[in-house]
């Protein structure tokens, strides 16, 4: 009886300092939905749909705006206006990087209808291990494949509701059962197959004459080894190589497949490209980068792709490197930052009808490419994504190959494909479907 009336009390003393600290917190922070104690507001987001909660919040509460994901807060920036204010006029404040616990953790057949998914993500993963290891695979390769499947398992989950809550809930990753566990595993699995790499590029290694990125990366530990604050470490370089082959495979694999299937779904818009593939490129020689400067619709497109998919909705999280006062709000060092990429690309002053895919967004009334400062598709700031160069100059030549030799057929009917996200979190997931590339 003694022991449940002080255990009634404890709990009670620890509600009332979770809402004291939370209201501490909250004073200068900008405004916000009132958090419950301890999950903060989690059951107030869909975590299916982030980007349409965030949406719904700045109605209310502009462009601003603090969640609770748990007891931390988290401030959000949707719409251009404040986006850009944060990450570009502010790079440098806006520059940290934010936690992601479930990744830190392991820090510590041809005219017949197919799934495009295995294609689509072979190919990029092997332009990754050209450059990683100058090592390309067979797609038989059983090594090769086990990794692919394990990079696609990986986005799936990371994109799942309950990565969401791990992520807002730490403490949860390592005592409760979920696909958090498979989650990790497969880090594990990937840190190892990396580790074997580089023990094989240690044995092998000419310091004058480098192969590729480990090899350069083995040169500088060399070079470093007497310095005791070097970076460049062996840990650093299995996961700075796991994190080339995450972000470097997975979001153009998955650019590509929703490519297609938009493709698919706007037969129009895949005829005025292959036009302009013919009268550009022609059918006798494979498409090179130059050949985009003379291609202003299939430019065109290939921005409304990455526009409409919205392939990282929130991208990955900020964090303030220092205090500061934004917009007359004090935020505290340290704090999370989320930026609604979302609420820039679907912007509806700069692009009428966003949820309309309509390659004209980026066209001017000459048929000319019209750039845009609302294009975010890879963040931008300080922490813009690295691999853009590679990722636009992948998606062109991959998509003009593709179009240049096939013709592309759905074994359903157009009204039937849908093109919205399976999963919206951590990436849009476009979801799966078939498709015939009938030979030119």
């Known amino acids: 009886m003694i022991l449940g009336v002080f255990l009634g009390l404890f709990l009670t003393c620890l509600l009332l300092l979770s809402l004291w600290k939370q209201n501490f917190q909250r004073r200068n922070l900008p405004p916000g939905p009132t958090p419950l104690p301890i999950i903060g507001n989690i059951l107030q987001i869909d975590l299916k749909d982030i980007s349409k909660s965030l949406r719904n919040f700045s109605k209310v509460y502009g462009p601003v705006f603090t969640l609770y994901f748990g007891r931390k807060p988290a401030v959000v920036l949707h719409g251009y206006e404040a986006v850009k204010e944060a990450l570009i006029d502010h790079g440098e404040e806006f520059a940290g990087r934010g936690i992601f616990p479930v990744a830190e953790k392991f820090n510590k057949n041809c005219g017949v209808p197919c799934d495009p998914t295995f294609i689509l993500g072979c190919a990029p993963c092997n332009v990754i291990c050209s450059i990683v290891f100058q090592n390309r695979f067979d797609y038989k390769d059983q090594e090769f494949l086990a990794l692919i499947d394990i990079l696609n398992e990986n986005v799936e989950i990371l994109s799942s509701p309950w990565i969401q809550i791990c992520n807002n809930f730490p403490a949860i990753i390592d005592y409760l059962p979920g696909r958090h566990r498979k989650l990790l595993k497969n880090f594990a699995f990937a840190k190892h197959y990396f580790l074997a790499k580089v023990i094989q590029h240690q044995e092998s290694l000419d310091i004058n004459n480098p192969r590729d990125f480990i ?180 998606l062109f030549l991959f998509l003009t190959t593709i179009l240049q030799n096939f013709n592309l057929k759905s074994p359903v009917d157009l009204k039937e494909l849908d093109t919205n996200p399976v999963a919206n979190g951590f990436v849009s997931v476009p979801p799966k479907f078939q498709i015939c590339f009938i030979p030119i």
């Open 215 to 394: 090899d350069c990366f083995l040169i500088k530990m060399e070079q470093e080894k007497h310095n005791p604050k070097t970076e460049f470490t062996c840990e650093n370089l299995i996961f700075t190589a796991s994190d080339l082959f995450a972000a470097g495979t997975e979001t153009t694999s998955t650019t590509l497949r929703y490519s297609l299937l938009l493709l698919l779904k706007y037969p129009e818009v895949t005829a005025k490209v292959q036009e302009e593939i013919d009268h550009v490129i022609g059918r006798h020689r494979s498409p090179c980068m130059q050949d985009r400067h003379h291609m202003p619709y299939t430019d065109a497109v290939l921005h409304e792709i990455q526009r409409y998919i919205d392939l990282l909705p929130t991208s990955l999280p900020h964090a303030l490197t220092c205090d500061m006062k934004f917009r007359d709000y004090f935020i505290p060092k340290g704090t999370t930052v989320i930026a609604s990429l979302t609420s820039v690309l679907y912007d509806d002053k700069e692009f009428p009808n966003p949820e309309k895919f309509d390659p004209s967004h980026f066209l001017d009334e000459n048929g000319k490419v019209k750039k845009s400062d609302y294009f975010f598709p890879f963040s931008t700031g300080k922490r813009i994504c690295v691999g853009e160069g590679l990722a636009r100059t992948e």
